[in-house]
């Protein structure tokens, strides 16, 4: 068939040159020079073009369709199991590498990627900061589809450095007595969205995204963070950490309540805006 009379069939069923342009580079394996020579487009791949045709047509997000989602400049593998990671979240990543990398020494210092879903943060960070590295790093997730795709990337961007582990918040490091006496960063994106909020979403969230990975909480959506922060004084306890530090990323409506549960708590912390100057994320330090 030829390529621009399929494309302008696709054009008038709603779709954007850019998501016609995505799927046919992704099904035909061709580079975006090579798409703009081509001139038909072999029937062998009518079928499988069409099926990612008609999910685009469903609000399913893109990234789903191609199994793939740019994370500060790579690749991760993705699908339906698991959220796509979301830019707002390079926010936190990049204070993960501004802070650990230019303040701290990193020597005894063990990272730990809290609900890690497709192990986007935990790869940047570790790559990012080569050739720093930590002393351990571990991505850790309650949910086992999230392991299972977090195992794929872990797989192909960091096998020797970091350790996949099930576990509800930090519990599976509970008994790591490597722990003992060193320093931790943690990052945590977990779910933030009040259980009642899931329709002020977008419809392809709404229809497509996993609610596990998004909705927490029935007041305020913090709760999960507090439980972690209460680990976290735990873990320091046990094991006698020096130091902690925990970069978290929040939604837009939370900068007042978790100021006033942090201040109560006498905890040092600093907020990191999002382009539209909404508080998105909290490193809280000096634990
Ligand atoms: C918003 S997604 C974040 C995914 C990833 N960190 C990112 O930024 O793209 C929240 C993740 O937290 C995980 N999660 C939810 N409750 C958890 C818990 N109690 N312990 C560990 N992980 C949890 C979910 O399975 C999901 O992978």
Redesign the pocket.
Known sequence: MKKQEYIDIWIKAWLTPSQIEGVLKNVIWISKEELFTLKEISSKYIYEVHKAFYRLQTWEPEEYTLEKANFYGRDFFVDER??I??ND?EILVRQVLKKIHLDIDLKDMVYV??????A??PITVVLEMHPLKFERAFA????QD?LSVAKENIDSYAPDIIELRE???LHGIFHEEKLQKKSLCVSA???YIKKGDYKNMDMSVIKHEPD???Y?GEKTGFE?YEELIKQLFQLKEIYKISQIHLFI?IGFDQYEYSKQYLEDLGLSFEYFNDSANIARVIYIHDF
């Open positions: 698991v959220l990671p979301r979240t990627d809290v609900g890690t879903w497709s986007c943060i850790l997730d309650i949910s999230a576990s509800n918040l994106n977990l779910p596990s990975a998004l927490w999960l990323e």
